[in-house]
């Protein structure tokens, strides 16, 4: 089982900058990918970076690319997600999620991920 407990979330402007975390329970963290979707108000829940166990693979969603960066400490127990350049249309409320991987693998689909935070709350101001 693996608790995961997302912060950081808050209100800026836009082409400001924030950093997520997610804090993770459990001693097999460094066994899970990592991932990071985000729900818009009527709309679907949406793919956004994913992270590798080893984070050495890396996957970003088209509209991010460029703009966050998705990094884990083993050590720490904690995945974070990096977002510069913010913009209005990034407005959403943002999960961690876990996956039981090995190797390289890394997720896009949320139907791959077996555990998901609470998340938080992200408002960027046009």
């Known amino acids: 089982q693996v608790q995961l407990v997302e912060s950081g979330g808050g209100l800026v402007q836009a082409g400001g900058s924030l950093r997520l975390s997610c804090a993770a329970s459990?001693?097999?963290?460094?066994?899970?990918?990592m991932g990071w979707f985000r729900q818009a108000p009527g709309k679907e829940r949406e793919f956004v970076a994913a992270?590798?166990?080893?984070?050495?693979?890396?996957y970003y969603a088209d509209s991010v690319k460029g703009r966050f960066t998705i990094s884990r400490d083993n050590a720490k127990n904690t995945v974070y997600l990096q977002m510069n350049s913010l913009k209005p249309e990034d407005t959403a409320v943002y999960y961690c999620?876990?996956?039981?991987?090995?190797?390289?693998?890394?997720?896009?689909?949320?139907?791959?991920?077996?555990?998901w935070g609470q998340g938080t709350q992200v408002t960027v101001s046009s």
């Open positions: 459990g001693r097999t963290f460094s066994s899970y990918a």
């Open positions: 999620t876990a996956a039981r991987a090995t190797g390289s693998d890394a997720y896009t689909s949320s139907r791959k991920y077996d555990y």
């Open positions: 992270i590798s166990w080893s984070g050495f693979s890396t």
